[in-house]
Every structure is written in C-alpha cells, then in structure tokens.
C-alpha cells in the first residue's frame, strides 16, 4: 500500500523538496499534491518539475469556510491521507483538521513549546531565539491542530547556538537537520498508516529518536553539541 502525501507550503519549499528526495521511486508513500496559499511560490514550481499536481489555494481576504472546502476539494479528489506542512504560515481551517486528524504534520524551526505561535516562523524564530541568549535551539515536528504550534509533539532534534551565530547562520544550520528530521518523521508515520492505526506518542517519538541516531549526519551534530 502506498500512503497518498499532500504538502501544503509558502515559500521556495526546501522542506517540499527533502521530502520529494526522500520519497521518490519509493513504493509506500507517493507525494501527490502540493497546496500554496502564494500563486507564485517556489514550492508549486518544484512540485511541477516532480510531476507532482501543483494547486494555488487563495486564503487572503477569504472566508475560511472557503478555504477549507477548497482544500478538502483537492484532498479528496487526490485520495490524500497524510498531510505535512512544509513551510505554510496560514492556520489550516478547523474543518480540514478535524477530518485529517493525527495525520497532519508540520515542522517548526525550534524547540517548542518555546518560540512557537502566531507569528513566530523563519528568521522571526532565529532572532528570537539569539536574543534570548539561548544555547540550544532545534526542529520540532509536531502534529497540527486548530492553533499555531500547539499540537502534540512526535519529536525534536537539537542544535547548538554558537555565539557568534546570526539568524541567518542558526537557520542554516536548524534547516540541515529540518531535512533530516521531517522526512524521517514523514516515513514513519507513513508506514504506522499502511500498517494500521497509529501508535501512542510516546511509543511515535521513541522510534523516531531511534531513526534518528542511526542517521550518520544527526549524529555528527550530536557530536558537535557535546563539544560545546
């Protein structure tokens, strides 16, 4: 059984494209549907160039019942049944969540609950977290709900803050690991979908952790925290 994979995203759509690494020429996830609020954003064009259906869904200046009946429109006529959230800063309407619940995912920029919520995305997150003086940052991947940041966490990465970092030198190094971690977390809850229902959290980011650590890359970063 091949799980069907929409990702909804604003930007240039980095995460999109680790996700299409990662799953192409696989037989049990098929990314079949990228959804952007933005009609000019980078990650409809890399959906196309994957062969990938590409979908502009307007949410500026619309009610949010109509968004939701759009977005659920599209879900359906792809048979999505797992979404992840790839960069997109709009809040996904309640009645798109209720029905895809448990199988919404997003990734954020830092260890949440901290520097999460309405308004905290990209270099908003990095510059808050150096000007908190924080030695630690990270990705979270977390399942959506109806509020920004608030759904239950599956599992974190963390990253060193070095002192001489900027928000553009951290988001660098936080957006390695968001590469690693997201697609990692795609696959495993793709694979717990074929083979039937979804275990507990704990039990999701434990052998999320256990990918992890096999990763040689997250390790060198492991490596790289200790040190410091």
């Not at 990702?7 to 980095?14: E, I, L, Q």
């Amino acid at each position: 059984m091949s799980v069907r994979l929409a990702v909804f995203a604003s930007g240039g759509g980095s995460n999109l494209q680790a996700l299409l690494d990662r799953f192409a020429g696989t037989s049990h996830v098929t990314p079949a549907l990228v959804v952007s609020d933005r009609a000019d954003a980078g990650a409809l064009r890399r959906a196309t160039v994957a062969g990938v259906k590409a979908l502009h869904i307007p949410v500026a200046g619309r009610p949010e019942h109509m968004v939701g009946d759009d977005m659920l429109s599209a879900l359906r006529d792809c048979d999505i049944e797992l979404i992840a959230l790839a960069g997109y800063l709009r809040l996904v309407p309640p009645r798109v969540v209720e029905p895809y619940r448990g199988r919404i995912l997003n990734i954020h920029p830092a260890l949440l609950p901290a520097f999460g919520g309405a308004g905290m995305y990209g270099r908003r997150v990095h510059e808050a977290v150096i000007a908190a003086g924080c030695r630690i940052t990270g990705a979270t991947v977390h399942y959506v709900d109806e509020r920004y940041d608030e759904g239950s966490i599956i599992a974190q990465w963390p990253v060193p803050v070095l002192r001489e970092d900027t928000a553009e030198t951290l988001a660098a190094r936080v957006l390695r690991i968001e590469h690693r971690l997201y697609p990692a977390v795609v696959d495993m809850l793709a694979r717990r979908i074929a083979d039937g229902p979804a275990a507990d959290d704990t039990t999701t980011r434990l052998e999320v952790f256990r990918l992890g650590a096999a990763d040689a890359g997250m390790a060198d970063e492991m490596i790289t925290l200790a040190r410091i």
